[in-house]
């Protein structure tokens, strides 16, 4: 059995190291690449998934099992291939896209940000497809491009033109199982939505060498950016709540950190001893608004006659568009009237999608709390958690209603802030052992839920 298992997480491993390589970087993507080699593999074993080309050299794979029952269907993914681009990489340790193996991790960009999840996922489905399994509900698995950018062209795309193949009741995709406190791996079941948006100011275009009472648009726009840093949206505790009472606290903790009126006090005495957990905490409890890009003037002798600002905003699931331009009327007080508040562009990432979440409590979310005591230990319990950025499970909970979940199975060997430190950072590696949990829970959790 173990000989059985090393020859699997060789397969998983070698499935990354080839994935790393191809180099799939977003922009401009290339998905195909990784696209392919994962098609080569599961033909390899006898299973011949579906390929959708939505533009050249990207696209998208769909592999089913067919259930025989009328049991709730089961997505392994969407797992996305595209990866973000490295600034510098001079600054790593390893190549970023070598793939190297080395402290018992396998490095490369994308190694966390998501393909230990994709090859996990690929080789449990094929390893159930060996098995002769008989899944009760439909099972698939979809790979994806695009997830680094708007999802135009990989889990979007699927979803608006192939609904009929890719609706599923349930699904498990990235990230979630880190050690978020002792005992306590975190699953995702919900995620903030993006509200991007751009102000724009007006000015009157003049020589620089008179500035006196101009009306310079650069210098509303710096207004602005002071204003809108200060600000204080309401703080709503709906989502922080469960994941406070998940960690295990005491009531009175769980009833100060639970009130928004105590909140803030508590950040912002707690960003005194950790910073990062302190603003992890705040991203879950408010809308977040980070003034990001600035554009402005043309020449440095003329007065700009016209600026703007983008801004990255977050919204709690049940906060909308109106929400959002209703707080930026209120941060920017008598400024707002020289503002235009409109989206940032489609092409520039700009795309609204509101706050989201499936069912907190769920037959699979109980499958998956079994798997990781079977696996990690019976003082073991998982902790809901609400993603504070965005990821393709938006787009099934949106159109179907899917319930949807973010859930690997971490090690530990690496502390929850290394790993999010590692998202889209230097040096970007998994841990092999994490590897091997992963793949191991995606297989049972598959044959409970499905079996």
């Not at 006659?305 to 983008?310: E, F, H, K, V």
């Not at 109980?366 to 609400?386: F, H, K, Q, T, W």
Request: aromatic letters at 8%; one cysteine or more; hydrophobic letters at 40%.
């Amino acid at each position: 059995m173990y000989m059985i298992l090393m020859e699997i997480l060789s397969e998983i491993t070698a499935l990354m190291q080839e994935m790393i390589r191809n180099k799939c970087v977003n922009p401009p993507g290339g998905e195909m690449r990784s696209i392919r080699t994962i098609e080569k593999y599961l033909q390899s074993y006898g299973i011949e998934p579906e390929i959708f080309e939505a533009e050249s050299e990207r696209g998208n794979l769909l592999a089913v099992m067919k259930g025989v029952g009328n049991h709730p269907s089961l997505m392994l993914g969407p797992g996305h291939v595209d990866v973000v681009p490295v600034e510098n990489e001079e600054d790593w340790i390893v190549p970023p896209f070598s793939g190297e193996i080395r402290d018992s991790c396998l490095w490369g960009r994308g190694a966390l940000d998501m393909l230990y999840i994709v090859a996990s996922q690929v080789v449990a489905f094929t390893q159930l497809h060996n098995e002769g399994f008989t899944p009760r509900g439909d099972l698939k698995l979809l790979v994806v491009a695009d997830e680094e950018a708007a999802g135009t062209v990989g889990a979007s795309w699927m979803v608006q033109n192939y609904p009929d193949k890719v609706q599923t009741d349930y699904l498990i995709t990235e990230a979630g199982g880190d050690p978020i406190a002792e005992n306590r791996l975190t699953y995702l079941y919900g995620e903030k939505g993006t509200a991007w948006t751009r102000l724009r100011f007006k000015g009157v275009e003049q020589h620089g060498s008179a500035p006196f009472k101009s009306d310079n648009a650069v210098v509303k726009m710096a207004k602005a950016i002071k204003k809108i840093s200060e600000y204080q949206p309401p703080r709503d505790t709906s989502v922080l709540k469960p994941f406070i009472k998940g960690m295990g606290m005491g009531r009175i903790t769980r009833g100060l950190m639970g009130n928004r009126w105590f909140l803030g006090l508590i950040l912002t005495l707690l960003s005194k001893r950790n910073k990062k957990e302190a603003a992890f905490l705040h991203s879950l409890s408010q809308m977040t608004l980070s003034p990001n890009v600035c554009e402005g003037g043309a020449k440095v002798n003329t007065i700009p006659g016209q600026a703007c600002l983008d801004v990255d905003v977050r919204i709690l699931p049940g906060q909308d568009e109106e929400y959002v331009r209703h707080h930026f009327r209120k941060a920017l007080g008598n400024l707002s009237s020289e503002a235009m508040i409109e989206r940032v562009p489609l092409e520039m990432g700009g795309d609204y999608s509101a706050g989201n979440k499936s069912d907190i409590h769920s037959p699979l979310v109980s499958i998956i709390e079994n798997v990781v005591r079977d696996l990690r230990g019976s003082d073991y319990a998982l902790v809901p958690m609400v993603s504070p950025g965005a990821t393709d499970s938006r787009f099934f909970r949106r159109a179907f209603g899917t319930n949807a979940y973010g859930f690997s199975i971490h090690d530990g060997s690496l502390t929850t802030a290394e790993i999010m430190s590692l998202f889209h950072g230097t040096d970007e590696r998994i841990p092999l052992r994490t590897i091997e949990l992963t793949y191991l829970g995606y297989l049972e959790i598959v044959k409970r839920f499905l079996g």
